[in-house]
């Protein structure tokens, strides 16, 4: 029995791009308006419809929104930002392209969720805001959080990139603090290929992005009564979204119930097959006020086999089933933070132990409830491949 004979095809992501997607950019390049035109502000609309209102500002990826944020608060050397050290480095980047300073904060280990408990013993003179990340779609606690940074005259931003479709008490996930930013890369949630969006509830926030994002102009493109007639009282970068990833992301957005119902679905299922294995540990989802945006399901290997882990990870992209790693490590550990930084020997426990330990396994709209089966048969026979490994060597 078992799959091993019989490859299968379980990729981690894939993008979800049907004929309405085609028809949507087949459109777009049979007109002639490829930046500036009506199909970036539709879009802002459904997605700012879609998390159930505030404003949405499109951009060319949740980095660049990450990054605009930081900007329109003045960063500046010396200032720093609390972010958590499990996350992706474009939270950590979006900080120091500033010249501020990330500083970084350990995870708990029950959702790998930055630790509020850590949060207020890094905050210093200098700290101006917190950047959140629902890892893996998991909400943070965010009531907490808001309370620490009203208490300490900070800013919260949080980084959405996998948490479209995170609820928290109800309210969707980007408009929890200041700000929020999504990522549309395309293994997530909903692609525009690259793009992102930034949403917030402060309108004068909205106004001073939607500037930013276009070179500094005091006048967009809509509000010209006359081409070219503009001017630029400030910095700003060209991080605007173009009309072929607008046009995509309005299709998708009016796909996203299907999307995120069916990672649920998935999830659960693979959630149910996965208790039935010992010698891993799932991280918590869904619970009460905390509603998950299911990115993906990441096991914890029981300590005995950390040292298995590429060899697992091997057995199944052998038979063809994929997995990832959310992430390769705790930022500051990474070489430029660890020059950028000198830190003296602060550690990151528990990011390090997700980071050596998890595995993310799929459950993407592009795969069905037997896929969720076939993953818990391929890590069953994995964990026997290995074990039967080390009774061979010892
Ligand atoms: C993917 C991701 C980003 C970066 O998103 P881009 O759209 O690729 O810039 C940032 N933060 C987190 C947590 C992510 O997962």
Redesign the pocket.
């Known amino acids: 029995m078992g799959i091993v004979e019989k490859r299968v095809s379980i990729p981690f992501g894939r993008p979800m791009l049907g004929e309405e997607e085609k028809n949507a950019v087949l459109d777009v390049l049979s007109g002639h308006v490829l930046v500036h035109g009506p199909r970036a502000g539709d879009f802002e609309d459904a997605f700012a419809q879609f998390v159930g209102g505030g404003h949405a500002i499109s951009v060319s ?4 929104g990450l990054h605009l944020f930081h900007f329109a608060l003045g960063l500046k050397q010396g200032d720093e930002v609390i972010v958590p050290a499990q ?2 480095t ?2 950590a980047h979006a900080v120091a392209l500033t010249g501020a300073t990330p500083v970084f904060v350990d995870s708990e280990p029950l959702t790998g969720n930055m630790d509020i408990d850590l949060i207020e013993q890094a905050v210093t003179e200098r700290t101006r805001a917190i950047c959140v ?1 629902h890892y893996l779609g998991m909400p943070v606690d965010m009531d907490r959080v808001n309370a620490i940074a009203k208490k300490h005259g900070l800013k919260v931003l949080e ?1 959405a ?2 948490a479209v479709g995170t609820k928290y008490k109800g309210v969707h996930a980007g408009l929890l603090g200041d700000a929020g930013c999504f ?3 395309p293994v ?1 949630h909903m692609t525009t290929a ?1 793009g ?1 969006i930034v949403t917030t509830n402060d309108e004068a926030l909205a106004d001073a992005l939607r500037g930013l994002r276009a070179f500094g102009v005091d006048r967009t493109h809509s509000q010209r009564h006359v081409p070219g007639q503009y001017d630029v009282p400030r910095l700003g970068f060209n991080y605007r979204m173009n009309e072929i990833s607008a046009a995509l992301g309005e299709v998708q957005v009016g796909r996203l119930d299907d999307f995120l119902s069916a990672r649920r679905t998935n999830y659960e299922a693979l959630e149910k097959g996965l208790r039935e294995i010992d010698e891993i540990t799932l991280f918590q989802s869904t619970n009460g006020h905390f509603q998950s945006s299911y990115y993906c399901l990441s096991v914890m290997l029981n300590e005995e086999l950390m040292n298995d882990r590429s060899s697992i990870m091997e057995f199944l992209k052998n038979i063809g089933i994929g997995t990832s790693i959310y992430y390769p490590g705790p930022v500051p550990n990474l070489t430029y933070y660890k020059y950028s930084l000198g830190e003296k020997g602060q550690t990151y426990p528990v990011a390090q132990s997700i980071s050596e330990r998890s595995i993310a396994l799929p459950v993407g709209p592009h795969l069905s409830e037997d896929d969720m089966a076939t993953i818990v048969q391929g890590l069953k026979e994995a964990l026997i491949h290995v074990r039967s490994q080390s009774s061979a060597s010892n």
């Open positions: 990826s949740c980095t660049a996350t992706h474009a939270t990340v980084d990139a996998l990522s549309f890369y997530k690259e992102g």
